[in-house]
């Protein structure tokens, strides 16, 4: 299995562009979750999904973040305006029946 | 609600010294728990996890962890650290298996040569 594939992992934009940041679960994980790291405020749950639904988006700052998974092998986090202070690491993760979380290797983030 | 604290942010320990990083958590029932690592430039790779039975756990890399209820704690140990080790140690608890876990603020481990 080739664990949870991110992409991409670095991205830069300017303030104002629309950024998306996309992931592929492990096959068969029911579970999706997205995270942002940031030294100022550690690791961060936005949103998380369970069999493509989502259940909990308490952890999405602004209206500017949008999450779909349309399929079981597919999510997306959209920033539409991004600005400078969302610059950070975005992990997404999946799991099977919460038996632990299979991280990606992340999406870093620059907005300038 | 559930909550998780590291009470220690760095921690330096000299190569081939023992180990043990803190956790306490916060939960009515018994909790879902797990360690976490995250090398410099990667994701989180889960080290081991506690659902029920043995309240002695082993990982991987040589590492375990003891759930204590009585204590609300669950403490990651290494007999011996290698420089390898150096990583962010985060601890975790969840609710139940369908449901989010959360993450305490990490625990940076220094290996001293």
């Known amino acids: 299995d080739a664990g949870v594939i991110q992409s991409p992992r670095h991205e830069v934009t300017e303030m104002g562009q629309e950024v998306t940041l996309r992931c592929k679960p492990i096959?068969?994980?029911?579970?999706l979750f997205w995270y942002r790291q940031t030294m100022m405020r550690g690791l961060e749950l936005l949103i998380y999904?369970?069999?493509?639904?989502?259940?909990?988006d308490s952890g999405m700052p602004e209206d500017r973040f949008s999450a779909k998974m349309p399929n079981a092998s597919f999510s997306t986090l959209k920033i539409q305006p991004s600005e400078p202070r969302d610059s950070a690491v975005y992990f997404c993760?999946?799991?099977?029946?919460?038996?632990?979380?299979?991280f990606g290797s992340g999406t870093r983030l620059t907005v300038v | 609600a559930q909550s998780v604290t590291q009470p220690d942010i760095h921690i330096t320990v000299s190569e081939g010294a023992s180990l043990e990083l803190r956790c306490n958590y916060s939960?009515?029932?018994?909790?879902?728990l797990f360690w976490y690592v995250q090398s410099p430039g990667q994701g989180l790779q889960l080290l081991l996890k506690?659902?029920?039975?043995?309240?002695l756990v082993q990982g991987i890399k040589g590492f375990e962890a003891e759930f204590k209820r009585s204590q609300s704690s669950f403490n990651l140990r290494k007999p011996s650290v290698h420089w390898s080790d150096a990583a962010e140690y985060f601890c975790?608890?969840?609710?139940?298996?369908?449901?989010?876990?959360?993450f305490g603020k990490g625990t940076r481990l220094h290996i001293l040569p």
């Open positions: 939960y009515g029932a018994t909790p879902y």
């Open positions: 975790a608890v969840g609710e139940g298996r369908d449901d989010k876990i959360i």
């Open positions: 993760a999946s799991s099977y029946l919460n038996y632990g979380y299979t």
């Open positions: 506690y659902f029920s039975g043995d309240t």
């Open positions: 999904f369970n069999n493509n639904v989502p259940i909990d």
């Open positions: 096959s068969g994980h029911n579970s």
